[in-house]
């Protein structure tokens, strides 16, 4: 069965940077655009960024340019979330999530999450 | 930016039927789908497509939308369904959540 297992949790002083990763098991990574979404204590759901099927094409949240890269490694499995500059905002849990697949843009959603990663930014 | 507002929060008697609602401008043009997201847990996909459900997720849940408001109903609610809810919408490519709503069964 499909399986996203996340790194475990980190604590990291401000202005470091964190790399979160996302084992895919049960699929062939490359084959689901693959995205990543926090969510700070008591807060929101907020979507990141993602990469493409197929290729490494990415798209960020505008609120993460410039500090935010997300990769993957075929051969492992895995996907990578790497955030830096980080600050006491970003304390939250990482998820990673895959795209459905076989729809539009706009018609698609996340069908299987990673079970969260928790980042602490603390001096 | 995009936004999409849903109540803080929505009460509801066991047994009973909940609905939680989603707003935003020209919902009604885009796809709608709802998670669930139990404490501690991830979110698990319970509506998408505005009205279809994933395998495995009960047919007392629900999703419709009329004009720019989309409503997720729940009937004969359990206690397990006690839970946050959020809204999902695209965006110029970008996912857009609401900012959940808690569900408590009372």
């Known amino acids: 069965q499909v399986q996203l297992v996340q790194s475990g949790a980190e604590v990291k002083r401000p202005g470091a940077s964190v790399k979160v990763s996302c084992k895919a098991s049960?699929?062939?990574?490359?084959?689901?655009?693959l995205h990543w979404v926090r969510q700070a204590p008591g807060q929101r759901l907020e979507w990141m960024g993602w990469?493409?099927?197929?290729?490494?094409?990415?798209k960020y949240s505008l609120k993460f340019q410039g500090r935010l890269t997300i990769t993957r490694d075929t051969s492992a499995s895995t996907a990578y979330m790497e955030l830096s500059s980080l600050r006491s905002q970003d304390t939250a849990v990482y998820y990673c999530?895959?795209?459905?697949?076989?729809?539009?843009?706009?018609?698609?959603?996340?069908?299987?999450w990673g079970q969260g990663t928790l980042v602490t930014v603390s001096s | 930016s995009y936004e999409l507002t849903q109540p803080p929060s929505v009460s509801v008697s066991l047994g009973q039927t909940a609905s939680i609602t989603c707003s935003g401008d020209?919902?009604?043009?885009?796809?709608v789908c709802w998670y669930q997201q139990k404490s501690g847990q991830s979110p698990v996909v319970v509506i998408y497509?505005?009205?279809k459900r994933p395998s495995g997720i009960p047919e007392r849940i629900s999703g419709s939308k009329s004009g720019n408001t989309a409503t997720l109903t729940i009937s004969g609610t359990q206690a397990m369904d006690e839970a946050d809810y959020y809204c999902?919408?695209?965006?110029?490519?970008?996912?857009?959540f609401g900012g959940g709503t808690k569900l408590t069964v009372l």
């Open positions: 990469i493409k099927a197929g290729n490494d094409n990415t």
């Open positions: 020209k919902l009604g043009n885009k796809y």
């Open positions: 999902q919408a695209w965006d110029s490519s970008t996912a857009v």
């Open positions: 049960g699929y062939t990574l490359t084959d689901f655009a």
């Open positions: 999530a895959r795209e459905a697949s076989g729809w539009s843009q706009q018609a698609t959603y996340f069908d299987h």
């Open positions: 497509q505005n009205n």
